[in-house]
Protein backbone atom coordinates (compact mmCIF):
# COMPACT_ATOMS: atom_id res chain seq x y z
CA UNK A 1 0.00 0.00 0.00
CA UNK A 2 3.13 1.98 0.81
CA UNK A 3 6.11 1.71 -1.27
CA UNK A 4 9.36 3.69 -0.82
CA UNK A 5 11.45 2.44 -2.73
CA UNK A 6 15.28 4.00 -3.26
CA UNK A 7 14.35 7.72 -1.47
CA UNK A 8 17.55 10.29 -1.47
CA UNK A 9 16.35 12.92 0.70
CA UNK A 10 18.40 16.34 1.44
CA UNK A 11 18.55 19.25 3.68
CA UNK A 12 20.11 21.71 1.20
CA UNK A 13 23.26 19.73 0.12
CA UNK A 14 23.61 17.50 3.04
CA UNK A 15 22.31 14.24 1.61
CA UNK A 16 20.46 12.18 4.91
CA UNK A 17 18.51 9.10 3.19
CA UNK A 18 20.27 7.20 0.80
CA UNK A 19 17.71 5.42 -1.20
CA UNK A 20 15.59 3.99 1.84
CA UNK A 21 13.53 1.00 0.37
CA UNK A 22 10.42 0.09 2.78
CA UNK A 23 6.86 -0.68 2.27
CA UNK A 24 3.87 -1.04 4.50
CA UNK A 25 0.62 -3.43 4.04
CA UNK A 26 -2.98 -2.78 4.97
CA UNK A 27 -3.78 -3.12 8.57
CA UNK A 28 0.50 -3.78 8.82
CA UNK A 29 2.19 -2.06 11.68
CA UNK A 30 5.67 -1.88 11.10
CA UNK A 31 8.14 -0.21 13.76
CA UNK A 32 11.24 1.57 12.04
CA UNK A 33 14.02 1.51 14.52
CA UNK A 34 17.29 3.67 14.64
CA UNK A 35 19.53 4.96 16.59
CA UNK A 36 19.78 8.84 16.89
CA UNK A 37 20.41 11.11 13.79
CA UNK A 38 19.95 7.96 11.73
CA UNK A 39 17.00 9.35 9.46
CA UNK A 40 14.02 8.41 10.73
CA UNK A 41 12.03 11.69 10.99
CA UNK A 42 13.58 12.64 7.85
CA UNK A 43 11.87 9.55 5.83
CA UNK A 44 8.48 10.42 8.12
CA UNK A 45 8.37 14.03 7.11
CA UNK A 46 9.88 12.77 3.21
CA UNK A 47 6.47 10.74 3.27
CA UNK A 48 4.20 13.40 4.51
CA UNK A 49 5.98 15.86 1.83
CA UNK A 50 6.57 18.60 3.96
CA UNK A 51 8.76 21.21 2.70
CA UNK A 52 11.99 20.14 4.26
CA UNK A 53 13.92 17.71 3.35
CA UNK A 54 13.53 18.17 -0.15
CA UNK A 55 13.12 14.29 -1.98
CA UNK A 56 15.64 14.11 -4.85
CA UNK A 57 15.64 10.79 -5.95
CA UNK A 58 13.45 7.55 -5.96
CA UNK A 59 9.61 7.05 -5.43
CA UNK A 60 6.94 7.27 -3.37
CA UNK A 61 3.75 5.17 -3.80
CA UNK A 62 0.49 4.99 -2.01
CA UNK A 63 -1.86 2.85 -3.47
CA UNK A 64 -0.13 2.73 -6.85
CA UNK A 65 -0.52 7.09 -6.55
CA UNK A 66 2.91 9.23 -6.49
CA UNK A 67 2.99 11.56 -3.71
CA UNK A 68 5.90 13.40 -4.59
CA UNK A 69 3.92 16.25 -6.43
CA UNK A 70 1.70 16.69 -3.61
CA UNK A 71 1.72 19.27 -0.71
CA UNK A 72 1.14 17.82 3.08
CA UNK A 73 -2.57 18.62 2.99
CA UNK A 74 -2.88 16.66 -0.24
CA UNK A 75 -1.09 13.54 1.45
CA UNK A 76 -3.60 13.79 4.18
CA UNK A 77 -6.85 13.83 1.72
CA UNK A 78 -5.56 10.70 0.83
CA UNK A 79 -5.81 9.31 4.40
CA UNK A 80 -2.29 9.44 5.66
CA UNK A 81 -1.38 10.71 9.36
CA UNK A 82 1.24 12.20 11.20
CA UNK A 83 2.18 12.02 14.75
CA UNK A 84 4.66 14.35 14.69
CA UNK A 85 7.98 14.34 17.00
CA UNK A 86 7.39 16.39 19.45
CA UNK A 87 4.38 16.99 19.98
CA UNK A 88 3.85 20.46 19.04
CA UNK A 89 0.26 21.69 20.16
CA UNK A 90 -1.55 25.32 19.90
CA UNK A 91 -1.01 26.75 23.37
CA UNK A 92 -4.33 28.44 23.27
CA UNK A 93 -6.67 26.01 22.35
CA UNK A 94 -8.61 23.46 24.00
CA UNK A 95 -8.58 19.84 23.87
CA UNK A 96 -11.74 19.52 22.23
CA UNK A 97 -10.98 22.77 19.58
CA UNK A 98 -7.48 20.68 18.56
CA UNK A 99 -9.77 17.47 17.74
CA UNK A 100 -12.65 20.13 16.06
CA UNK A 101 -10.23 21.72 13.75
CA UNK A 102 -9.92 19.42 11.40
CA UNK A 103 -13.56 17.81 11.30
CA UNK A 104 -16.41 19.83 11.98
CA UNK A 105 -18.06 18.64 15.64
CA UNK A 106 -21.34 17.75 13.79
CA UNK A 107 -19.52 15.03 11.85
CA UNK A 108 -21.44 11.67 12.29
CA UNK A 109 -18.69 9.44 9.97
CA UNK A 110 -15.27 7.82 10.92
CA UNK A 111 -13.80 9.25 13.84
CA UNK A 112 -15.59 11.71 15.84
CA UNK A 113 -14.47 13.66 19.28
CA UNK A 114 -16.67 11.02 21.27
CA UNK A 115 -14.71 8.41 19.90
CA UNK A 116 -11.71 9.75 20.84
CA UNK A 117 -12.44 10.64 23.82
CA UNK A 118 -14.07 6.97 24.58
CA UNK A 119 -10.42 5.65 23.38
CA UNK A 120 -8.69 8.05 25.73
CA UNK A 121 -10.86 8.97 28.82
CA UNK A 122 -7.96 11.53 30.20
CA UNK A 123 -8.76 13.56 27.08
CA UNK A 124 -12.68 13.83 27.75
CA UNK A 125 -12.03 14.40 31.60
CA UNK A 126 -9.65 17.59 30.19
CA UNK A 127 -11.57 18.71 27.36
CA UNK A 128 -11.99 22.37 28.24
CA UNK A 129 -7.46 22.39 28.92
CA UNK A 130 -5.74 24.42 27.36
CA UNK A 131 -2.71 22.90 24.82
CA UNK A 132 -0.03 24.53 27.36
CA UNK A 133 -1.81 23.09 30.19
CA UNK A 134 -1.63 19.22 29.61
CA UNK A 135 0.96 16.50 30.81
CA UNK A 136 3.47 15.37 28.20
CA UNK A 137 1.25 11.84 27.97
CA UNK A 138 -2.21 13.93 27.69
CA UNK A 139 -0.20 16.10 24.90
CA UNK A 140 0.58 12.67 23.55
CA UNK A 141 -3.02 11.24 22.96
CA UNK A 142 -4.40 14.18 22.00
CA UNK A 143 -1.79 14.10 18.80
CA UNK A 144 -2.76 10.46 18.46
CA UNK A 145 -6.56 11.84 18.69
CA UNK A 146 -5.84 14.50 16.23
CA UNK A 147 -4.85 12.01 13.56
CA UNK A 148 -7.69 9.78 13.91
CA UNK A 149 -9.83 12.91 13.09
CA UNK A 150 -8.84 12.27 9.65
CA UNK A 151 -9.81 9.13 9.00
CA UNK A 152 -6.96 7.64 8.26
CA UNK A 153 -5.78 4.14 6.71
CA UNK A 154 -2.08 5.24 7.67
CA UNK A 155 -0.50 6.77 10.75
CA UNK A 156 2.83 8.02 10.80
CA UNK A 157 3.93 8.15 14.09
CA UNK A 158 7.26 9.23 15.10
CA UNK A 159 8.66 8.17 18.77
CA UNK A 160 5.07 8.78 20.20
CA UNK A 161 6.36 7.73 23.63
CA UNK A 162 9.58 9.60 23.33
CA UNK A 163 10.41 11.10 27.13
CA UNK A 164 6.78 9.46 29.03
CA UNK A 165 7.10 7.73 31.96
CA UNK A 166 6.47 4.02 31.92
CA UNK A 167 3.00 3.37 32.39
CA UNK A 168 2.20 6.49 29.91
CA UNK A 169 4.45 4.37 27.71
CA UNK A 170 2.41 1.02 28.45
CA UNK A 171 -0.76 2.92 27.73
CA UNK A 172 -0.14 4.27 24.76
CA UNK A 173 1.43 0.85 23.21
CA UNK A 174 -1.49 -0.39 24.11
CA UNK A 175 -3.58 1.73 22.13
CA UNK A 176 -1.27 1.55 18.99
CA UNK A 177 -1.65 -2.49 19.35
CA UNK A 178 -6.05 -1.81 19.65
CA UNK A 179 -5.76 0.54 16.48
CA UNK A 180 -3.66 -1.69 14.80
CA UNK A 181 -6.06 -4.19 15.58
CA UNK A 182 -9.10 -2.27 13.65
CA UNK A 183 -7.22 -2.53 10.19
CA UNK A 184 -5.23 1.03 10.21
CA UNK A 185 -1.69 0.66 9.02
CA UNK A 186 0.90 2.18 11.34
CA UNK A 187 4.47 2.97 10.23
CA UNK A 188 5.53 3.89 13.51
CA UNK A 189 8.97 5.16 14.62
CA UNK A 190 10.70 3.54 18.29
CA UNK A 191 14.19 3.67 19.65
CA UNK A 192 12.94 1.01 22.26
CA UNK A 193 13.28 -2.74 20.52
CA UNK A 194 10.98 -3.82 23.16
CA UNK A 195 8.20 -1.30 22.54
CA UNK A 196 8.56 -2.05 18.90
CA UNK A 197 8.36 -5.70 19.87
CA UNK A 198 5.25 -5.55 21.66
CA UNK A 199 3.34 -3.71 18.93
CA UNK A 200 4.56 -4.26 14.99
CA UNK A 201 4.36 -7.24 12.96
CA UNK A 202 7.49 -6.07 11.40
CA UNK A 203 10.85 -4.00 12.08
CA UNK A 204 13.23 -2.14 9.79
CA UNK A 205 16.58 -1.01 11.47
CA UNK A 206 17.48 2.49 9.33
CA UNK A 207 21.18 3.60 10.28
CA UNK A 208 22.74 6.43 8.43
CA UNK A 209 19.86 7.13 6.01
CA UNK A 210 19.88 3.35 4.61
CA UNK A 211 17.79 0.31 5.94
CA UNK A 212 20.20 -2.05 7.39
CA UNK A 213 18.17 -4.54 8.18
CA UNK A 214 14.36 -5.94 7.91
CA UNK A 215 12.58 -8.88 9.95
CA UNK A 216 9.16 -10.04 11.12
CA UNK A 217 8.67 -9.37 14.60
CA UNK A 218 8.08 -13.53 15.03
CA UNK A 219 11.61 -14.09 13.80
CA UNK A 220 13.01 -11.73 15.90
CA UNK A 221 11.37 -12.92 18.83
CA UNK A 222 12.77 -16.58 18.11
CA UNK A 223 16.29 -14.52 17.66
CA UNK A 224 17.14 -10.96 18.90
CA UNK A 225 20.96 -11.36 17.76
CA UNK A 226 20.87 -9.90 14.17
CA UNK A 227 18.57 -7.38 14.93
CA UNK A 228 20.44 -6.25 18.07
CA UNK A 229 23.77 -6.47 16.32
CA UNK A 230 22.08 -3.31 13.60
CA UNK A 231 21.33 -1.22 16.38
CA UNK A 232 24.63 -1.50 17.42
CA UNK A 233 23.47 -3.40 21.05
CA UNK A 234 25.90 -6.02 22.14
N1 LIG B 1 16.27 20.69 9.30
C1 LIG B 1 17.44 20.08 9.15
N2 LIG B 1 18.46 20.68 8.50
C2 LIG B 1 19.65 20.06 8.34
N3 LIG B 1 19.93 18.82 8.79
C3 LIG B 1 18.96 18.17 9.44
C4 LIG B 1 17.67 18.76 9.66
N4 LIG B 1 16.92 17.87 10.36
C5 LIG B 1 17.71 16.78 10.55
N5 LIG B 1 18.92 16.97 9.99
C6 LIG B 1 20.03 15.99 9.99
O1 LIG B 1 19.60 14.84 9.29
C7 LIG B 1 20.04 13.65 9.95
C8 LIG B 1 18.85 12.76 10.29
O2 LIG B 1 18.02 13.44 11.22
P1 LIG B 1 16.60 12.89 11.67
O3 LIG B 1 15.94 13.96 12.44
O4 LIG B 1 15.90 12.33 10.50
O5 LIG B 1 17.05 11.70 12.62
P2 LIG B 1 16.17 10.75 13.57
O6 LIG B 1 16.54 9.35 13.20
O7 LIG B 1 14.75 11.14 13.49
O8 LIG B 1 16.75 11.07 15.02
P3 LIG B 1 16.02 11.14 16.47
O9 LIG B 1 15.85 9.72 16.90
O10 LIG B 1 16.97 11.88 17.31
O11 LIG B 1 14.70 11.86 16.29
C9 LIG B 1 20.84 14.12 11.16
O12 LIG B 1 22.19 14.11 10.81
C10 LIG B 1 20.35 15.52 11.39
O13 LIG B 1 21.36 16.31 11.95
MG1 LIG C 1 13.42 11.86 14.83
Not at 163 to 178: C, N, R, T
Given at each position: MLEVKDLHSFYGEAHVLHGVTLTVRPSEVVALLGRNGMGKTTLIRSIMRL???????GSLHWKGEE????TPHEVAKRRIALVP?????????SVTEHLTILKP????????VERVFEMFPRLAERRHHRGNQLSGGERQMLAVGRALMIDPELILMD??????APVMVQHLESIISDLGRTGLAILLVEQNLYSALSVADRLYVLETGKVVHEASADAVRKDQGPLMRFLGVH
Amino acid sequence: MLEVKDLHSFYGEAHVLHGVTLTVRPSEVVALLGRNGMGKTTLIRSIMRLAQPQVRGGSLHWKGEELHDLTPHEVAKRRIALVPQGRRLFPSLSVTEHLTILKPASAKDGWTVERVFEMFPRLAERRHHRGNQLSGGERQMLAVGRALMIDPELILMDEPTEGLAPVMVQHLESIISDLGRTGLAILLVEQNLYSALSVADRLYVLETGKVVHEASADAVRKDQGPLMRFLGVH
